[in-house]
C-alpha cells in the first residue's frame, strides 16, 4: 500500500503536487506517464529523476511493393538524420518495420507542469524540425506496442 502524502502535497494519484506547483512521483507509484498525438503520431512520455523521456512512433518504413525509389529516399533521409540528432535523441527500427524516436532531456527548472509543459513544446517544435523531408505516414490508429517496454513501460 502506498505511503500517504505530506499534508503539504496535493495528492493526485501516480503524482502529487507540491504548493509551490511542483510535481512529483507519488510514494511507491510508477514514474510519472503522459500520452499525447502530435501531428498524428503517438508521443508517450515519461517523467523519471527530473528527465523528460519520450518514445514516439514515426511510421513505418515504405515496403519494396510501394516503390524501390521512395525506400531509397527514406533509407537516405534517414541516415542523413542519425547524423543530425541532438544529444539524447535515437532512431529505432522494429521487428514490424516502424520507426521509433527514444529521446531524453533534463529540464533547466525542477519538474514543475509549466516546465514539462515547455519541454513538451520544446521536443515537439524540435521533433518537426527533424522530421522535415521524411515520406513516412503517422501510423494509423493510435500507435502499436513497439519498443516502449525500453521506458519499462507496460501497454494493456
Not at 81 to 88: A, H, L, Q, R, T
Not at 93 to 110: E, K, T, Y
Not at 113 to 133: H, I, K, P, W
Amino acid at each position: 500500500m502506498p505511503s500517504l502524502p505530506s499534508p503539504d502535497l496535493l495528492d493526485l494519484g501516480r503524482y502529487a503536487i507540491s504548493r509551490d506547483g511542483r510535481m512529483q512521483p507519488a510514494a511507491g507509484r510508477p514514474p510519472l506517464r503522459f500520452h499525447f498525438l502530435w501531428r498524428g503520431r503517438p508521443v508517450h512520455l515519461r517523467l523519471t529523476g527530473g528527465a523528460l523521456e519520450f518514445l514516439v512512433e514515426v511510421g513505418g518504413i515504405p515496403s519494396s511493393a510501394e516503390g524501390r525509389l521512395r525506400r531509397q529516399a527514406v533509407f537516405a533521409r534517414l541516415e542523413q538524420m542519425s547524423g543530425e540528432m541532438p544529444p539524447g535523441w535515437e532512431l529505432r527500427l522494429d521487428p514490424a518495420h516502424r520507426l521509433w524516436l527514444q529521446a531524453s532531456a533534463a529540464p533547466a527548472a525542477p519538474p514543475g507542469m509549466l516546465t514539462v509543459l515547455t519541454g513538451v513544446v520544446d521536443f515537439a517544435l524540435e521533433l518537426d524540425a527533424r522530421l522535415e523531408g521524411l515520406d513516412i505516414p503517422a501510423p494509423a490508429g493510435l500507435g502499436g506496442a513497439g519498443p516502449s517496454a525500453s521506458m519499462g513501460e507496460s501497454r494493456a
